[in-house]
T-cell receptor, first 114, second 112 residues
């Protein structure tokens, strides 16, 4: 497709369950970002990839969060042993080359942890 | 630490009015500033990007200005329409970092 695609769009998890969120960036985009957006707030940076290299994971809130992009295209954000405070919309964005170019966002995955 | 603030948090105006949304930031060492639109259940759409050396950008009925020294940006929407109803967020890229730092957004409702 032409845009950034995220799946699933909605995920309901029981507390303690592991989840995996997928992001398909725009073809050819080098940079990929994950953000977490709580209700009524702006997105918060989680992690950044340049091709397959994870250059910054400083925004990941705990070691339960893990992201990968093994072949430099599709990325997966994994959350282990989910907690209620993990409930949020998780947004993925990609940009063409330079990290400060315009970022194109997917529709997000809304995660609800019960 | 850079902080981005958007005022007001919500705004409701009749159709046809011109309106201004405000964004302020505490650290003027920005690389660029972007305005985004977010519709419920949809992703973020970039509306305008202003480089730190620019003072304004225009796209259709939208005009964004940047006063870097005072740490302010405004988004001007002319002749508002119900389809403009959405949440508008501003975000900055710092000189030293690729992270986007976001405001909490202004929820705009245009009444027919």
């Amino acid at each position: 497709g032409a845009g950034v695609s995220q799946s699933p769009r909605y995920k309901v998890a029981k507390r303690g369950q592991d989840v995996a969120l997928r992001c398909d960036p725009i073809s050819g985009h080098v940079s990929l970002f994950w953000y977490q957006q709580a209700l009524g707030q702006g997105p918060e940076f989680l992690t950044y990839f340049q091709n397959e290299a994870q250059l910054d994971k400083s925004g990941l809130p705990s070691d339960r969060f893990f992201a990968e992009r093994p072949e430099g295209s599709v990325s997966t954000l994994k959350i282990q042993r989910t907690q209620q405070e993990d409930s949020a919309v998780y947004l993925c964005a990609s940009s063409l080359v330079r990290s400060q170019n315009i970022q194109y966002f997917g529709a997000g995955t809304r995660l609800s942890v019960l | 630490k850079q902080e981005v603030t958007q005022i007001p948090a919500a705004l409701s105006v009749p159709e046809g009015e011109n309106l201004v949304l405000n964004c302020s930031f505490t650290d003027s060492a920005i690389y660029n500033l972007q305005w985004f639109r977010q519709d419920p259940g949809k992703g973020l759409t970039s509306l305008l990007l202003i480089q730190s050396s620019q003072r304004e950008q225009t796209s259709g009925r939208l005009n964004a200005s940047l006063d870097k020294s005072s740490g302010r940006s405004t988004l001007y929407i002319a002749a508002s329409q119900p389809g403009d109803s959405a949440t508008y967020l501003c975000a900055v890229h710092m000189d030293s970092n690729y992270q986007l730092i976001w405001g909490a957004g202004t929820k705009l409702i245009i009444k027919p």
